[in-house]
T-cell receptor, first 113, second 115 residues
Framework: DADVTQTPRNRITKTGKRIMLECSQT?????MYWYRQDPGLGLRLIYY???????NKGEISDGYSVSRQAQAKFSLSLESAIPNQTALYFC????????????FGPGTRLTVL | AQSVTQLDSHVSVSEGTPVLLRCNYS??????LFWYVQHPNKGLQLLLK??????LVKGINGFEAEFKKSETSFHLTKPSAHMSDAAEYFC?????????????FGSGTRLQVQP
């Protein structure tokens, strides 16, 4: 079984719709992250959470929100999706003490029409 | 502030020949450096990491990278390419001095392996 899972794996939606992407991990890590990947831009950090009560904006948080429901779960929401949020979204985890070694989920491909 | 530049967006090699993927970084503190690989329609897999121990780092699948502080480089190499190495490779830096351990990704290098 995968240590970091993301649901859904693919989603097509329309402009203005609310979308939630979910991430779960069984690694027991305390830190979780959301990134988006666009062609030619690498991965960019949207939000990160160092524990359930510690949530921080990344470099491109506008238009997104997150919820850390438990240590193992970290959700990303698009309150009103727009076409330029079409991207591949990755969740990642790390552990305190080795915080810069991150482990990635398989990704969610989101298309906003 | 930290940044990463991957000098080639595409690299094409023949199977059995050496691979060189180039990465330069900028960091205000002592950096940690990583290479990740992404196969088509897959997530990112950690290939190797440098965290201030030996400057020559060995990773999985025969890859290695050398940290050169004077050149601010962390190039990825493999002596002999295999077809299964075809993928996108990301160089990543983490500024350990920031306290928040944010990762900065390069834009990626797509490796093509010709038979």
């Amino acid at each position: 079984d995968a240590d970091v899972t993301q649901t859904p794996r693919n989603r097509i939606t329309k402009t203005g719709k609310r979308i939630m992407l979910e991430c779960s991990q069984t690694k027991g890590h305390d830190r979780m992250y959301w990134y988006r990947q666009d062609p030619g831009l690498g991965l960019r950090l949207i939000y990160y959470s160092f524990d359930v009560k510690d949530i921080n904006k990344g470099e491109i948080s506008d238009g997104y929100s997150v919820s850390r429901q438990a240590q193992a779960k970290f959700s990303l929401s698009l309150e009103s999706a727009i076409p330029n949020q079409t991207a591949l979204y990755f969740c990642a985890t790390s552990v305190h003490g080795e915080a810069d070694t991150q482990y990635f989920g398989p990704g969610t491909r989101l298309t906003v029409l | 502030a930290q940044s990463v530049t991957q000098l080639d967006s595409h690299v094409s090699v023949s199977e059995g020949t050496p691979v060189l993927l180039r990465c330069n970084y900028s960091s205000s503190y002592s950096p940690s450096l990583f290479w990740y690989v992404q196969h088509p329609n897959k997530g990112l897999q950690l290939l190797l990491k440098y965290t201030s121990a030996a400057t020559l780092v060995k990773g999985i699948n025969g890859f290695e990278a050398e940290f050169k502080k004077s050149e601010t480089s962390f190039h990825l190499t493999k002596p002999s390419a295999h077809m299964s190495d075809a993928a996108e490779y990301f160089c990543v830096v983490s500024d350990r001095g920031t306290g928040r351990r944010a990762l900065t990704f390069g834009s990626g290098t797509r490796l093509q392996v010709q038979p």
